[in-house]
């Protein structure tokens, strides 16, 4: 399946809503800009994009507490992040605004349940795509490659570029952690400096008392959000933590056209504007991962 | 059983920093409290002033508090210790040393006033009535709670796992994680190894209490 709607529908669309706007200001003169700026696409019957682009309404599940890809804003009482802004595309494709999109919190314990009952549509929430998960759910994309990476000081004083670099380096992580055990494992010349958080990882790193601190890039990134005066990220992930959206199980037509937004995304730059006004306040934008259509 | 027999190295290893940390912690809180004990009965009020202040503020302050200034704090002022073990020791005496202190000093007061008075009638000063007359009977009192402080302090040093020590209970959770179905065994062995360490000590202070009594 190539793009579900053609051009043709979002012209139809933009001209059905320029129509309804300007009836809207010659009746009453109020404006109808926002509603009206997103296309209206057809899709088929009883599809789950048929469903929600009818009801206007869509509900998202993503994390509130994850720095760059979902954190509530206390003012706006609104997440934001990478994920959020993902969310917004997918959403604009099926012609929700973001304003009707209905966020929930969804925490790592009970994003399979969420989506099984149907409490949301889609979950965009820092989520691995893994085999276990797969039973319950399905998974477009991924649209993010998260992993392993290496957070150092500001202007990197030691020019560490990745895991080999660490060889007689003192390296920060968590006693008991998978990416403690992987640098055990595999990059064995790394001496390692175990507390029992993080948070004791980035001040050992701003005294100097380690040279760098390792774990996955997006807990990384929360750290450097709230010092980026002090830390930057090496940028080199070197384990795979593919991120997907999570829709229901065997929902085949609904993630195929996720898959395709995705794809789109990346190819017109959307996906990389979305990053720059997130996480690309702290990290360099990647390259998009390739979707995986299982 | 596996995970602790396939790692007895790193176990060892562990038992031996605990082992390491704490006495070179108990020596530190040994010597510390002794030397507040008699600033505390000094008749030199600043010096008093001074043990009572340490005494309080100290005692008073959790220790992992303690410890993450010890490791965090100090470097801050550009007095920081490289190692994480001499900064965990450090935290271990500094902390203990109010507690030794409180126990030396009930040791000195259960020592009779006539002592002290004779002591000085001989013509001792201060000082050498306290460390030849008074002291000596007042340590023999104290054993059995200075045991209990050493007991508590060995106990304490897991504390260490947080603050990059890799003693018994960083190990213990070091492999927790390597081996989800015997986290049972691993924390069961890691409480036998600080039994090792806590119940040879007992049967050390009970000798040294026999030892050491006096007949009143």
Sequence with gaps: MKHIFGKRTIVAGAAVALAFSLAACSSDGASEGDAASVATPEFAEGTTMADIASAGSITIGTKFDQPGFGLLNPSSNEPEGFDVEIGKLIAGQLGIAPENITWVETVSANREPFIQEGKVDLVVATYTINDDRKKVISFAGPYYQAGQDIMVAKGNPLAITGPDDLAGKNVCSVEGSTPAENIRTNFPEAQLTLFDVYSKCAEALKNGQVDAVTTDNVILLGIISQDPESFEMVNNPFTEEPYGIGVQLEDTDFRSFINDSLEQSFADGSWASAWDSTAGAFVATPEPPAVNRY | ?216
């Design chain 2, 1 to 216: 059983m596996n995970a602790i027999v396939e790692n007895l190295d790193l176990f060892r290893s562990g038992f031996l920093t605990t082992l390491g940390i704490s006495l070179l912690g108990g020596l530190l809180a040994f010597v510390l409290g002794g030397i507040l004990a008699t600033f505390r009965v000094s008749p030199f009020r600043p010096l008093s002033g001074l043990s009572v202040l340490y005494v309080e503020i100290v005692r008073n302050t959790p220790l992992t508090v303690v410890w993450f200034f010890m490791v965090f704090g100090l470097p801050l002022v550009g007095l920081g210790i490289g190692s994480f073990f001499i900064a965990g020791a450090l935290a271990l005496g500094v902390y203990t040393a109010p507690f030794v202190a409180e126990v030396i000093r009930s040791g000195i007061n259960s020592v009779s006033l006539g002592q002290a008075e004779a002591a000085r009638s001989i013509g001792l000063t201060f000082s050498q009535s306290l460390r030849l007359v008074v002291l000596p009977q007042a340590l023999r009192t104290v054993v059995p709670p200075l045991g209990n402080l050493w007991i508590a302090l060995v106990k304490n040093s897991s504390i260490g796992a947080a603050f990059a020590v890799t003693e018994i209970t960083a190990v213990a959770t070091r492999l927790s994680n390597g081996f989800p179905a015997s986290v049972i065994q691993i924390f069961v062995g890691a409480a036998v190894a600080y039994l090792l360490i806590t119940l040879t000590s007992s049967a050390g202070i009970a000798y040294l209490e026999k030892k050491a009594a006096i007949l009143r």
